[in-house]
């Protein structure tokens, strides 16, 4: 996996990206659909800027507000690793 081009439901593997395991059981990511953020850090659609799409995917099959949860942003091991690979253009 190119770990510059690599997108949110490829690393956490949720498989709610269009057409994942998951996408019928649990709907399909708005990072994964979000077509303004396409291209933003080399990635498809929001995923490679999943903490600015409201009701991503956070955490242990949690979703929810970006303003609310971006602390949890910070600290997931996706956006560090895509704050230390590209130089953010987006940020709450």
């Known amino acids: 996996m190119d770990r510059e081009h690599v997108n ?3 690393f956490k593997d949720c ?3 269009l057409g994942g395991r998951n996408s019928v ?3 399909v990511c708005p990072a994964a659909l979000d ?4 291209g933003i850090h080399g990635g498809k659609n929001g995923g490679r800027c999943c903490w600015v799409v409201a009701s991503a995917y956070l955490s242990e099959g ?3 507000c ?5 602390n949890k942003c910070r600290e997931c091991d996706f956006y ?4 230390e690979d590209t130089e953010l253009l987006v940020v709450v």
């Open 15 to 17: 498989g709610r990206e």
């Open 35 to 38: 077509e303004r953020a396409d």
């Open 8 to 10: 949110c439901w490829e």
């Open 25 to 27: 059981l649990l709907g």
């Open 80 to 83: 560090q690793m895509v704050e």
């Open 66 to 70: 970006v303003i609310e949860e971006f």
């Open 62 to 64: 949690t979703f929810g």
